[in-house]
C-alpha cells in the first residue's frame, strides 16, 4: 500500500547535499511518526534555445538526458554517469550568462563534456551532431582529437 505523506505536515530531521551538490535530499518525519526522504534540485532562469529551424522553445534538461541517452549512453557504465554529462553540459550553458542559446550551443557543449570524458561517445555524438557523410569526416576528427591530447 502506498502512503501519502504532504511536506507541510512534516519536520526534517536532517538536511544533506548529494555528492556533487546538485540536489538536497531531507529526511523528514510526518505528523504520524513515519519517515520519508524528499529531493529538492536547485532551479535555474529558463533559457530559451534557438532551433535550427527558427523556431524557440524553453530549454529542457531533461529532453537533452534523453537525447545523450539515446545517442550515446551505452558507452557509459551507468546512468549517473549519463546524468553527469548533461549536468557539465548545462553548468556551460548557464555559464555563458545570456538567456538565449543556440541548439548548436548545446551540442557543442555536450562535445566538450564528452571529449574529456569518453572518446568513443564523441566521436559518435559528433557524427551525429555535425552530421558526417564521408569517412573523411570520422578520421578529421580522430586527427582533431590526438591532436588534443
Known amino acids: 500500500m502506498e502512503r501519502k505523506f504532504r511536506i507541510g505536515d512534516s519536520k526534517v530531521l536532517e538536511s544533506r547535499e548529494t555528492g556533487d551538490g546538485r540536489l538536497i535530499r531531507r529526511r523528514r518525519e510526518s505528523s504520524d511518526g513515519h519517515r520519508f526522504t524528499t529531493y529538492e534540485r536547485i532551479e535555474m532562469p529558463p533559457l530559451t534555445v ?17 537525447a545523450v541517452k539515446r545517442s550515446v549512453g551505452k558507452f557509459f557504465n551507468s546512468e549517473l ?43 559518435r555524438f559528433a557524427s551525429v551532431f555535425r ?19
Open 131 to 149: 552530421e558526417f557523410k564521408t569517412l573523411e569526416d570520422f578520421e578529421n576528427i580522430l586527427k582533431e582529437q590526438k591532436r588534443k591530447k
Open 50 to 66: 534557438t532551433k535550427r529551424s527558427g523556431n524557440k522553445e524553453i530549454y529542457d534538461r531533461d529532453k537533452l538526458l534523453l
Open 81 to 123: 554517469e549519463v546524468e553527469d554529462v548533461v549536468n557539465r553540459a548545462s553548468d556551460i550553458l548557464y555559464g555563458y550568462g545570456i538567456d538565449q542559446i543556440t541548439s548548436k550551443q548545446i551540442g557543442e557543449a555536450v562535445l566538450d563534456v564528452l571529449a574529456e570524458v569518453n572518446e568513443v561517445a564523441y566521436v
